[in-house]
Antibody, heavy 126, light 107 residues
Framework: QVQMVESGGGVVQPGRSLRLSCVASGITFSNYGIHWVRQAPGKGLEWVAVISYDGNYKFFADSVEGRFTISRDNSKNTVYLQMSRLRAEDTAVYYC???????????????????WGQGTLVTVSS | DIQMTQSPSTLSASVGDRVTITCRASRSLNDRLAWYQQKPGEAPNLLISEASNLESGVPSRFSASGFGTEFTLTISSLQPDDFATYYCQQHIGYPLTFGGGTKVEIK
């Protein structure tokens, strides 16, 4: 059974940084891209970023480009979302989710995703 | 960026009803559209990919169709477990974008 587990959320002041982690189990982690999607309280879903299976390709939402970075450690089955220069509007539940295509080469991203983790709440407030 | 517009934003229906949700894109997606279901306090769950492909384990009362800029998700006979919020998502290009959601409520 595939499971995604996020951690690292919390309360942080505007302008500060925070790093989220996403650990996957039940899959050959190194063959799948991983996405981050967020949901502000009471709002809809917003895609944030994706990293390819090998870490060579990364794409970001305009709203976080230049402030957030994404990386992965395939030896630890973990993807990281490093968030810098945080703003109040970054307050949200952050989900990680597995891309649906099994990859061995190339960019190789289906860009639809399942399963998702349970999410970790990030609150940016002074 | 591709804008995704869902309608209605809220839908009130009864168990057994047939319900249809529409999703429109600001430019052609071909068939590059997914649908997700989200229940309160839970993470979203993938229902449909590539406009009409039902994911494994999703009940057959769910179906979807469309191509280009207009897509629909249909629940043929609404069940108590189906009261949730539904989102469409384009997967043709970055940044990936979601519709605003359709909340299906009990009438």
């Amino acid at each position: 059974q595939v499971q995604m587990v996020e951690s690292g959320g919390g309360v942080v002041q505007p302008g500060r940084s925070l790093r989220l982690s996403c650990v996957a189990s039940g899959i050959t982690f190194s063959n799948y891209g991983i996405h981050w999607v967020r949901q502000a309280p009471g709002k809809g879903l917003e895609w944030v970023a994706v990293i390819s299976y090998d870490g060579n390709y990364k794409f970001f939402a305009d709203s976080v480009e230049g402030r957030f970075t994404i990386s992965r450690d395939n030896s630890k089955n973990t993807v990281y979302l490093q968030m810098s220069r945080l703003r109040a509007e970054d307050t949200a539940v952050y989900y990680c989710a597995k891309d649906m295509v099994y990859c061995t080469s190339g960019v190789c991203l289906s860009n639809w995703f399942d399963p998702w983790g349970q999410g970790t709440l990030v609150t940016v407030s002074s | 960026d591709i804008q995704m517009t869902q309608s209605p934003s809220t839908l009130s229906a009864s168990v057994g009803d047939r319900v249809t949700i529409t999703c429109r894109a600001s430019r052609s997606l071909n068939d590059r559209l997914a649908w997700y279901q989200q229940k309160p306090g839970e993470a979203p769950n993938l229902l449909i990919s590539e406009a009409s492909n039902l994911e494994s384990g999703v009940p057959s009362r769910f179906s979807a169709s469309g191509f280009g800029t207009e897509f629909t998700l249909t629940i043929s006979s609404l069940q108590p477990d189906d009261f949730a919020t539904y989102y469409c998502q384009q997967h043709i290009g970055y940044p990936l974008t979601f519709g605003g959601g359709t909340k299906v409520e009990i009438k």
